[in-house]
């Protein structure tokens, strides 16, 4: 319970966030996206339990992550509190055009689920999976070239993409896809800067851009 204490506050706030702006607790897409993050919160603890190594890690990252990538973690929180909030405003309150049906939350959770699946699949695999981008030179820092790291250089990033892009069509909001859009936008800018640092102080990382030629999606980036 300890180790899922982060989590679960996390969760709180974002619920909070929406029925806040929503301004009813019968904003019944809130306590979907609630569900679906406390499962995620539970199976990343499970997958981590596996490595005390990474789940130290994860929990407080070690020297040398790097600045930039610290200022792109805190905009893109404030993009997610966005979402949320306008995903209140848009469904809960004021039901602006384009209504969304449930059709369109089954969707959005069949995406965010699969996004889930893929980042935990890339969680499992990578024993570096850190929550921030920094060469982890006391823990023996190597290339992961298996699993989801064999189809992507990415998938985790690749994963997190998916279920943003979920979101909007979950909380059955079309105007929250705005922030949604600039959060997946600014994900890729992310995952651009992290392959270069990778590229220029991790050993080995060349060869692996050589062998899997594509970052983010199969035959396209």
Known sequence: MKSLLPALVSNAVFLGSLLVSAGTARYWPAWVYLGVGLLMSVLTRLVLRRDPGLEQERA???????DWDKRLL???LLLTVAMLVVAGLDAGRFHLPPRLTWPWALAGLLLSLAGMGIFLFALRENR???AVVRI???R???VCSTGPYRVVRHPGNAGMILGTLGLPLLLLSAWSAIPALLSVALMVVRTR???AALEAELEGYRDYQRATRHRLVPGLW
């Open 60 to 66: 407080r990252p070690g020297p040398g992550a790097k």
């Open 74 to 76: 805190g905009l893109g």
């Open 128 to 130: 570096f999976f850190s």
């Open 136 to 138: 982890q030179l006391e």
């Open 140 to 142: 023996g820092h190597a």
């Open 193 to 195: 800067r992290e392959d």
